[in-house]
């Protein structure tokens, strides 16, 4: 109908010139950035962007708990240990300590034969472990074999420094001869007499170095790959996490951890699981399906529980997770008006979820100097609907964070034997 | 400056074709890349007519981005609301009406699929003919005119409807 056209068509023209946008937001840096040589397009490479950091994170965590895996010491006696506590202790970065072997057993026999008798001064030096004594005067000796089992091979005949050496005073090195001659004498497995002034005080064993009883705040960084899905439907490309990471420990092997991480989804589903809220979808119109993507910042709130006392151990963490979304981006097959199309959406809006998914973790923590690395395969479970269809999104992923260990190395120090 | 002057028009112009305010504002800024990177083609004629010249100038140039931009996103239709923030508010009460149902018309032309949409805002707002629409959408110009009529029905028939409405609300 040619005259309502007309009309139609006036009434367009007049609105499209006369609508009521808002048109502040001129920005010349924005154009200003793109005024420069223009350039021929570069193929987009295979590994770009968030593929090749999702595909680094992996790697990286294959390899390093590989390394882990591979270097992890093979479980040993708690005198071993202090055996090889001391040999780390005494000959650290290849250093050899100053003292030969003929000196080290001179000493040690000496201390031994001090302590037949009560209050010897090798009392003064330091405190002992729970439980020792004084060896009883008239047992015989293995000292030889049990110095021969620890003996740094550079003490062997010449006494030279190994490595480039590390300045000990007087105190350090009396310290040692006693550590050397508490180590001997667990290693004989001989009755011990008590030597300590303190004997009644119970200090803590040698295994619990790392005993950290007072908070320790540590900090570290977070990354790797995560696949999402919704109602067991398939995954599709992976997304990743990445962002720093806040804890305390609260005792020896619970602390309490936080975040801030901003993670990326991808995901696809049937239109049975999308529920969007009234208006979000144009009348008529429904989801059949749909693949999506959303980037989220996400605070978790674990608490991580470590199976041993060790630096080196297995760890457990659970908690729950918020989420403020900052972009979500679906494509839907749809049907509207009785035809199946393909739709796009993107949405901006920040919108908040809080406590949206449990988190469920097992890792392993690896100490490397002042540091931990970590290793943990997860999963977040969905407690609630997110995005603009309330979609419940299981992600599975690898976290690798490095983080250091906060006050405990301090308290480490004060232990003396 | 040239940019802050003619902005608002560039970006009503685009924001015809885009569906989402902030791509409309990136394809707005894209286009305004291109006019100063070419700057040296244009031609701006006798003095009183300058502006014009300008300004069609610059409109073809937005029309061309916006295009381009619909055909590497393969012309899939967006949906998602349309937040109030885009809308400028107008102190006028005789004309804040008028500019109300100016903002329903742009939102039904807006909810066209992307092809009937770009037809329609060529053909009918921009005064381009069928061979013309062809040409830039790479289509015949029998589909740009059935493009055109499938626009022009669906288009009075949300008239119609939205007119209803308001006569019930009434």
Same mark, same amino acid.
Do not use: I, R, V, Y
């Given at each position: 109908m040619p005259g309502i056209d007309d009309y139609m068509d006036e009434l367009f023209q007049k609105a499209a010139s006369d609508y009521p946008l808002k048109t502040s937001g001129a920005n010349w840096s924005k154009v200003s950035g793109k005024l420069k040589p223009v350039t021929k397009a570069r193929k987009k490479p295979v590994f770009s962007g968030y593929r090749l950091l999702a595909a680094a994170s992996v790697a990286g965590a294959v390899v390093l708990f590989g390394l882990l895996w591979y270097n992890q010491p093979a479980p040993v006696s708690e005198q071993e240990e202090l055996a090889s506590s001391f040999k780390r202790d005494s000959s650290a970065d290849k250093r050899a300590p100053e003292l030969a072997k003929t000196d080290l057993n001179k000493k040690i026999e000496g201390g031994m034969d001090a302590a037949k008798?009560?209050? !010897?001064?090798? @009392?003064?030096h330091g405190n002992y472990p729970a439980g020792l004594k004084a060896p009883a005067p008239a047992q015989k000796p293995v000292v030889s074999l049990a110095a021969a089992t620890i003996r !740094?091979? %550079?003490?062997? !005949? %010449?006494?030279q420094e190994a490595g480039p050496q590390k300045k000990q005073n007087n105190t350090s090195e009396s310290d040692s001869v006693h550590h050397e001659a508490v180590v001997l004498i667990a290693a004989s497995g001989r009755k011990r007499g008590d030597l300590a002034e303190k004997e009644n005080t119970k200090e803590p064993a040698p %295994?619990?170095?790392?005993?950290? !009883?007072s908070p320790a705040v540590y900090y570290g960084f977070a990354i790797g790959p995560q696949l999402s899905q919704v109602k067991q439907q398939g995954v599709t490309k992976p997304g990743f996490s990445a962002g720093l990471v806040l804890g305390v420990n609260m005792k020896k092997r619970v602390a309490i951890e936080t975040g801030l991480h901003f993670s990326q989804k991808s995901y696809l589903s049937g239109g049975e699981y999308f529920y969007p809220k009234p208006g979000a979808m144009p009348d008529g119109m429904h989801v059949l399906s749909l693949d999506g993507t959303s980037s989220y910042l996400e605070i978790p709130l674990n608490i991580k529980y470590n199976l %041993? @006392?060790?630096?080196?151990t297995l760890y457990l963490t659970s908690g729950l997770s918020s989420y403020l979304m900052i972009r979500e981006r679906n494509n839907y097959k749809a049907e509207m008006n009785g035809t199946q199309t393909q739709m796009r959406s993107s949405y901006r809006e920040m919108n908040p979820y809080t406590a949206a998914d449990l988190n469920i973790g097992v890792g392993y923590q690896h100490s490397v100097g002042k540091s931990s690395i970590r290793v943990e395969p997860f999963v977040q479970i969905p407690l609630r609907g997110t995005g603009v269809g309330s979609l419940k999104v299981l992600n599975t992923g690898l976290q690798v964070i490095i983080n250091t260990k906060g006050q405990q190395r301090q308290e480490r120090k004060k232990d003396n034997y | 400056m040239l940019y802050e002057r003619f902005y608002g028009y560039a970006l009503k112009t685009v924001f015809r074709y885009i569906y989402q305010y902030e791509h409309a504002v990136d394809v707005t800024n894209d286009g305004f890349a291109k006019f100063f990177r070419h700057f040296e083609k244009f031609k701006p004629g006798p003095p009183a007519d300058t502006e014009k010249i300008l300004m069609a100038y610059l409109k073809k140039i937005m029309i061309n981005t916006a295009i381009d931009e619909l055909r590497k996103r393969q012309m899939i239709p967006e949906i998602g609301a349309m937040p109030d923030s885009i809308w400028d508010v107008v102190d006028d009460r005789q004309d804040a009406e008028q500019h109300m149902r100016y903002k329903e018309l742009i939102l039904l032309i807006k909810r066209l699929a992307p092809q009937y949409r770009s037809v329609f805002n060529l053909y009918v707002i921009d005064g381009y003919n069928h061979n013309e629409i062809a040409g830039m959408l790479s289509i015949s110009a029998g589909t740009s005119k059935s493009c055109l009529s499938r626009a022009r029905a669906l288009l009075q028939d949300s008239i119609r409807k939205s007119e209803k409405a308001r006569v019930c609300r009434v």
């Open positions: 008798t009560p209050n !010897h001064d090798a @009392g003064k !740094h091979p %550079s003490q062997k !005949h %010449s006494g %295994s619990q170095t790392f005993a950290g !009883h %041993s @006392g060790k630096p080196n | -």
